[in-house]
């Protein structure tokens, strides 16, 4: 595998739908035949180094630009990595570039840093994290999310002490009661900010009745979507908890130490996670005409609150529990439709059920020649 890959053109092409650009990247086809796109770039790149061994590969560069880097935390992407060959990841203007040698054999110490990286480059090796700075105690949070918590330090239901389980950031600690690698309570004490108080209180809550890994894995994005803003985009491309606010650090380092703790007291190395979150019970008991009235009472709300006409929303099917399919007309319509589908499934996440997801129905021609042929056999001319 020769050149860099430049991760940014390549995920457009695929969000884009452009199958014959990604089969269509010459000596790197094979590698794009393998390669699993992921919505997390972390596990996104993984799946890529996993991919140019697969095809064997025995080195790879990565260019991640302005589109996605702002998003990636730097320390869980080379944590992903380690272990599948030698890495390092140099910063660039707007980017990195990462860099991995060795795929499937032994490689020199030394070996990736003549892979691509500047000589002036500051190198990364795994284990090491872009940023140094301390993890402590947030007093402040972006504009999305203040609303979620105002007042929320009057309503502690999870501060205290559950299970042997420990963690402690800044003096913030967290523990849990863990049964069969399953967070049964959480608690949290130590809070010397009312954010930081607030912020743990809403996280213990979400993490509860998870399974640890999952609670390590995606706890701090549950936090950061349970209490954003309907339809607010704090930052540019994908947004994960590091990239959306530094507030999102603390609960997100306790937790990570928690699981840490837990494999050391116990042995447990799996480290798969395949874990789907269900809809609530409201949603699960309830029959499909009952969620279609939900539907449309959350839509009749969100319409008043965001100035649409709820009857340019029309519901065509529930698929599978959790898929909502619909189709978008009159000024939903018009132009680009995604800011609207993006605004809709915030809204009904919030409040209807946060695993419901939004698919916009496929447009048909509705112009039965057209459609069949002129012949009418369904063969054009």
Known sequence: MSGVIDYDDLMAAYQADLVDTLRGFGAQSELLELWVPDEDPVRSLANMVDAAAAAGAERLSVRVGPATAPAIDRAALLAALDGLGKVALAEEPGGFLLAVCGLGKE?????????????????????????????????????????????????????????????????????????D???????HTGGRTDLARALLDRFCALI???????????????????????????????????????????PQALIRQALAAHRA??????????????PGPAWTAASDWERREMLAEALMALGGERGFDPEDVVLHAIEHDVR??????????????????????????????????????????????????????????
Not at 125 to 150: F, H, M, N
Not at 331 to 355: F, N
Request: aromatic share 4%.
């Open 208 to 250: 509860e009745g998870l399974p640890i890994q999952e609670a390590a894995d995606h706890g701090a994005v549950r936090l950061e979507f349970d209490l954003r803003a309907a339809d607010a985009v704090p930052v540019p491309g994908v947004i994960t908890p590091a990239a959306a606010d530094p507030a999102f650090r603390l």
């Open 181 to 187: 690698h399953r967070v049964r309570a959480a608690r």
């Open 107 to 179: 490689v020199t110490e030394n070996a990736v840093h003549a892979l691509a990286v500047a000589e002036d480059a500051v190198v990364l090796e795994a284990g090491s994290t872009v940023d140094d700075r301390p993890i402590t105690q947030p007093a402040q949070i972006a504009a999305p999310y203040r609303a979620a918590l105002a007042g929320a330090v009057t309503h502690m239901s999870h501060e205290g002490t559950a299970g042997d389980l420990r963690a402690e950031v800044d003096g913030a600690v967290l523990t849990l009661a863990v049964t």
């Open 324 to 381: 909502v399919v619909v189709e978008l007309r009159g000024a939903l319509a018009a132009g680009d439709c995604q800011p609207h589908m993006m605004m809709l499934e915030a809204g009904i996440k919030q409040k209807v059920d946060r695993r419901l997801e939004l698919f916009q129905r496929e447009r048909v021609d509705e112009n039965a020649i057209r459609r069949l042929g002129a012949d009418g056999t369904g063969e054009s001319p």
């Open 265 to 278: 007291a116990t042995g447990w190395t799996d480290t798969g996670n395949d874990y789907d979150t269900r």
